[in-house]
């Protein structure tokens, strides 16, 4: 499954996003809203293959290597509740948990509210967790930042 590439040659409406809703019903998360969809990461890493061929000529190919899990990346505002509920989800995690591994969905909304992706992961975990520098008196909000791992990943046909 890929991640949603378009194969009739035109592109339709770029999706903009104003809200971010990630869904693991298995999960201390729920449903919970994000601000910021930084990055969905997805690699196959090349790795080169030489050879002589049967005439003798050195031939020089890329082939597929290592290929690491797909990363969705989304961040929000610090709040008790929904910090807690990040932290017992990645606890799962690190305690080898396997409640933790759950299939999810990330749901992305336009301005007016109206869905314009949806992407369906596969055995996701929060696998890590980090929240900004704050300074008193500035009157920033601080972020948690959630990289979640998943085994496949694929955008759902609207």
Same mark, same amino acid.
């Given at each position: 499954?890929?991640?949603?590439?378009?194969?009739?040659?035109? *592109?339709?409406?770029?999706?903009?996003?104003?809200?971010?809703?990630?869904?693991?019903?298995?999960?201390?998360?729920?449903?919970?809203?994000?601000?910021?969809?930084?990055?969905?990461?997805?690699?196959?890493?090349?790795?080169?293959?030489?050879?002589?061929?049967?005439?003798?000529?050195?031939?020089?190919?890329?082939?597929?290597?290592?290929?690491?899990?797909?990363?969705?990346?989304?961040?929000?505002?610090?709040?008790?509740?929904?910090?807690?509920?990040?932290?017992?989800?990645? *606890?799962? #995690?690190?305690?080898?948990?396997?409640?933790?591994? *759950?299939?999810?969905?990330?749901?992305?909304?336009?301005?007016?509210?109206?869905? *314009?992706?949806?992407?369906?992961?596969?055995?996701?975990?929060? &696998?890590?967790?980090?929240?900004?520098? #704050?300074?008193?008196?500035?009157?920033?909000?601080?972020?948690?930042?959630?990289?979640?791992?998943?085994?496949?990943?694929? &955008?759902?046909?609207?």
């Amino acid at each position: 499954m890929g991640l949603g590439v378009s194969t009739t040659g035109t *592109q339709g409406q770029v999706a903009t996003g104003g809200r971010f809703v990630a869904e693991f019903t298995g999960t201390p998360i729920g449903r919970m809203a994000f601000s910021e969809l930084a990055g969905i990461n997805s690699k196959v890493t090349p790795s080169e293959y030489i050879f002589n061929n049967d005439r003798g000529v050195t031939q020089l190919t890329k082939q597929f290597g290592k290929t690491e899990p797909p990363m969705v990346t989304l961040k929000r505002a610090v709040d008790g509740a929904g910090v807690a509920a990040i932290m017992l989800w990645h *606890q799962m #995690a690190r305690d080898g948990d396997d409640r933790a591994r *759950q299939p999810g969905t990330l749901t992305v909304y336009d301005a007016a509210g109206a869905v *314009q992706t949806v992407y369906m992961m596969e055995n996701a975990w929060l &696998s890590e967790i980090s929240v900004t520098s #704050a300074k008193a008196g500035q009157g920033e909000a601080s972020m948690i930042e959630c990289k979640i791992t998943c085994e496949e990943i694929w &955008s759902k046909p609207l």
